[in-house]
């Protein structure tokens, strides 16, 4: 599951950090945003020692919270489904054949997951006496009518109506409905009618009776009927599809090797399919049909990620197909679902919006290497969710290191680094968690961003040969199978003969991070450096201490000579032979560590660490610092930076350039020829802060020629700035274009601009923008809306009403349309108190109640307790309750 808002490059930011801090440079946000995290009092093991125990501390005898994984009564072997669909009532109308057997123990009965259903019969299979059930509305208890044991197969027939509903959600994924009808009804013009499912954590027990739990593993077949208009996607391989006479065609899907319950998956829609294969097996990507030419770079380099990932781990990737749907109105980011992942409509876009998209590639990557971790060795609870989500963030270093290079690699193991610690100072929880409160919980920025940069140190440790030869061990072991921690430790003690509780029950089972204070000195009489490192992190919270093999790097005379070290203690001090005085001394010169390491330099040694340090972490860290002095050696090095060899730089040496002449005509140049997008995008926008016209044709140029919309979009806004007719005419030539990336920039340029008469542009082009887009455009709307007089707030806020009232629409997406019509009420409310004229004032009023009314239409029908209560957070009395 790949959690996923977008990525703001807020790289500026990156000078302004807290000096002397690794962790603290301040990186674009992370796609982790507003993860719920759980504050855990830690166990007294970390407490002083010389604490008193008071004698009313009844908490002191309680044992923790633990949540154990599922215990295995019945094992589900097979599943059978015959399903149709009614589309008007959203519900699902199935047949399931189920085989089972006892895990171990004799039983006469079985408990299946069945949230919301309405059963028909209930029998063994063949037979027609029904079988004796209790039903909670949840779990479904059936009476077998005799005592089976372990090795007796016996088969149920369950004949049902399921009505998905959803109870609730989390910061991941947003609804726990399981099965969702989008526009079931075509009501909405513009919007495809289809079906999609979400089965994780425990929801695809709201469409089909199983065992919802992730140690459960087995095989399946689905025959489903749909409309023939439709194209239908399932797990494992399409056997057949037949067309009926009443214009339906049956398709049977048959998965033949076991998986967790919770992936199996289907999506209906009226698709565009297109075909690669790889390795004799199919590879196909299922888009929206305006998108059909571009759906290779939707999904960039599947079949060559395939490849990739096999190699690198020893194991051919293991399943039938690889197929990948975009589906609209998705509850979070993506789902590893078997051979069928589905992705949110975010994927989609035109080659020139895709220009330089490294996110597609993290998500592809991401959830292709949940094929091998997470569906091909699958976490026993959710407690061990890393094992699953960790391995799959770390794909996406794995990829970039390999396509892109080490230092595209480490600046995307930065941003994970600074998602973590900001997550992290909100509380912190065991990377393994048996005491969360909600599984939902375990979906953070530890099981995901954490989660990877252990695995990173722990390669680092062992060494690249040792690292993959023990994945290959773990996941031939354990292949088709359910896991805990423990087992992927023993995996790399098999290979590397090493004892690794130690690094096991500091990162995985343990909380925190280490906060390092380092000190250096040099004694030139005995020709020694001296490095002291303090452990400071919050000993009540978390260990004491870490044990951190760790490398140091002198630089003296020329040359640099490393020294590998292992601290474990709270403070400790190392002594180094240095025949010179050191030029720098880099601490963690790999840039490994998971901590917050504060060390002192000077400018010298950090343009020393600049120009000589081969890691991109401690690269970056020196150029930020450099940035912060105005010295004309600092500004000679941040020139020099316009001509890094990684994009990264670059962009961050343009956001920290002086206006001086001669960088603003490299600038220039760059913001016309250089490689990457970002940089061009980030060069313009720099032009745009001289509101010089001569950079005005260039700009255009920009504007006509650039294959990136991003840059479109940039050039767009910073022509409005230098030449503001200029601008608007260049937005009245993209008018005519459907292309999503243009309408957003030519309505950000309207909103901008304030003129609005360009509100026709907006009531044209609103139904051409959805999903995430549509927040964007919808707010500039409301913007430029707050200019016009009342009649065109009005229909502004008829117009955007249709979102706040639309149940298939995002909740949040609800509540910022309803933010933009009361933000509407707010200026009409403005103008009412300023305005002298008494006719004119009644006018506003009656515009006012009409916008208030609509406010009030959305209240009444809203049914979701957060968006709820957002409403009633809202500080004008007239959303009140």
């Known amino acids: 599951m790949k959690k996923f808002l977008f990525l703001l490059l807020a790289f500026s930011l990156l000078g302004s950090c807290a000096p002397k801090k690794y962790s603290a440079i301040l990186l674009p946000e992370t796609d982790y945003v507003d993860l719920d995290t759980v504050t855990v009092t830690a166990p007294s093991e970390y407490a002083e020692e010389d604490a008193p125990l008071e004698a009313n501390d009844t908490d002191s005898y309680t044992l923790p919270s633990y949540n ?237 990620m395939l490849q990739f990932f096999s190699d690198r781990l020893g194991v051919e990737y293991p399943w039938q197909k690889l197929s990948q749907v975009v589906v609209r109105d998705y509850v979070s980011g993506a789902m590893e679902n078997t051979t069928a992942i589905v992705f949110g409509e975010f994927m989609q876009g035109t080659d020139r919006e895709l220009v330089d998209n490294r996110q597609n590639e993290n998500i592809v990557a991401h959830e292709m290497f949940h094929h091998w971790f997470g569906d091909y060795v699958t976490c026993e609870s959710w407690s061990n969710l890393t094992l699953n989500e960790g391995f799959a963030n770390y794909s996406e270093y794995l990829w970039l290191e390999h396509k892109h290079g080490r230092d595209e690699a480490d600046f995307h193991r930065l941003t994970e680094l600074n998602g973590y610690m900001q997550s992290a100072a909100q509380g912190v929880h065991p990377l393994i968690h048996f005491g969360y409160e909600d599984k939902e919980d375990m979906f953070d920025a530890h099981s995901y961003n954490k989660g990877g940069l252990v695995l990173h140190m722990l390669r680092n440790y062992v060494g690249d040969d040792a690292f993959f030869a023990a994945l290959q061990n773990y996941l031939k072991k354990n292949a088709f199978t359910d896991v805990e921690a423990h087992e992927l430790r023993l995996a790399f003690e098999d290979v590397t003969g090493e ?11 343990s909380e925190g991070q280490p906060e390092l204070n380092v000190e250096y000195d040099y004694d030139d009489a005995l020709k020694q ?144 020829k250089d490689p990457n997008s970002d940089v061009r995008e980030s060069a313009i926008r720099k032009l745009g802060g001289t509101e010089d016209k001569k950079y005005a044709p260039l700009v255009t140029r920009a504007i006509e020629n650039d294959p990136a919309i991003k840059v479109v979009s940039a050039a767009l806004e910073t022509l409005l700035v230098m030449d503001k007719d200029a601008a608007l005419g260049a937005a009245k030539k993209l008018e005519k274009e459907d292309d999503e990336s243009i309408i957003l920039a030519v309505a950000g340029l309207y909103s901008e601009a304030g003129d609005p008469q360009r509100l026709t542009f907006f009531e044209e082009k609103f139904g051409k923008v959805g999903g995430y887009s549509q927040a964007g455009f919808v707010q500039n709307y409301a913007k430029l809306a707050q200019k016009a007089d009342g009649a065109g707030m009005l229909k502004a806020a008829e117009n955007i009403s249709g979102i706040a009232l639309n149940a298939q629409k995002m909740f949040w997406m609800r509540f910022m349309s309803t933010k933009s019509i009361n933000e509407l009420h707010a200026v009409l409310a403005n103008k009412i108190e300023e305005e002298n004229d008494p006719a004119r004032q009644l006018e506003l009023k009656a515009t006012d109640a009409e916008i208030v009314k609509i406010i009030q239409r959305i209240k009444g029908w809203e049914t979701d307790d957060r968006v709820k209560n957002m409403y009633a957070a809202f500080p004008d009395p007239a959303l009140k309750p």
Not at 499 to 509: A, G
Not at 608 to 635: C, K, V
């Open 499 to 509: 004892d690794l509780n130690w690094f096991f029950n500091q990162w995985f089972f």
């Open 529 to 672: 450096v001296t490095v002291t490192v303090s452990q400071e992190q919050a000993a009540a919270e978390m260990p004491p201490v870490f044990v951190l093999p760790v490398a140091i790097d002198v630089y003296a005379g020329g040359k640099m000579t490393r020294h590998n070290v292992r601290i474990n203690q709270r403070q400790q001090t190392f002594t180094l032979e240095a025949d010179h005085d050191p030029d720098l001394i880099v601490f963690d010169g790999d840039g490994v560590l998971l901590a917050q390491v504060n060390d002192e330099k000077n400018l010298a040694e950090y343009i020393y660490q600049y120009e000589h340090a081969p890691n991109f972490l401690h690269r970056i860290r020196a150029l930020g610092e450099i940035t912060e002095s105005d010295s004309p050696e600092a500004q000679a090095v941040v020139k020099k930076a316009l001509d890094e060899k990684f994009w990264l730089f670059r962009l961050f040496a343009i956001e920290n350039s002086k206006m001086e002449d001669k960088s603003l005509e490299r600038i220039a140049q760059m913001a016309e």
């Open 68 to 304: 154990p994984s599922a215990k295995r009564e019945s094992d589900l072997l097979h599943t059978k489904l015959d399903l149709r669909f009614d589309w008007q009532k959203q519900q699902v109308l199935g047949k399931a054949t189920l085989t089972l057997k006892p895990y171990f123990y004799p039983t006469d009965k079985v408990v299946l997951d069945a949230k919301g259903f309405e059963f028909h019969k209930i029998t063994f299979e063949g037979s027609n006496e029904p079988l004796k059930y209790d039903y909670d509305s949840s779990k479904v208890t059936i009476h077998l009518g005799k005592t089976f044991n372990r090795n007796q197969e016996y088969k149920l027939f369950i004949d049902y109506t399921a009505t998905p509903a959803e109870s609730g959600g989390s910061a991941a994924i947003s609804s726990d409905k399981g099965l969702f009808f989008i526009n079931p009804k075509g009501e909405e013009d513009g919007k495809p009618q289809q079906i999609w499912t979400q089965g994780e954590t425990e929801n695809n027990s709201r469409w089909f009776p199983t065992i919802d739990k992730p140690n459960e593993r087995a095989t399946d077949e689905i025959t489903m009927t749909v409309e023939d208009r439709f194209k239908t996607l399932s797990n494992g391989v399409l056997v057949s599809s037949k067309k009926n006479s009443d214009g339906t065609r049956t398709d049977y899907w048959k998965m033949d090797l076991p998986h967790a319950p919770y992936l199996v998956m289907l999506a209906i829609g009226e698709y565009a399919v297109v075909k690669d294969t790889w390795n004799g097996k199919t590879v196909d990507y299922y888009v929206e049909p305006k998108f059909e030419k571009y759906a290779r770079n939707i999904f960039p380099y599947t079949p060559e």
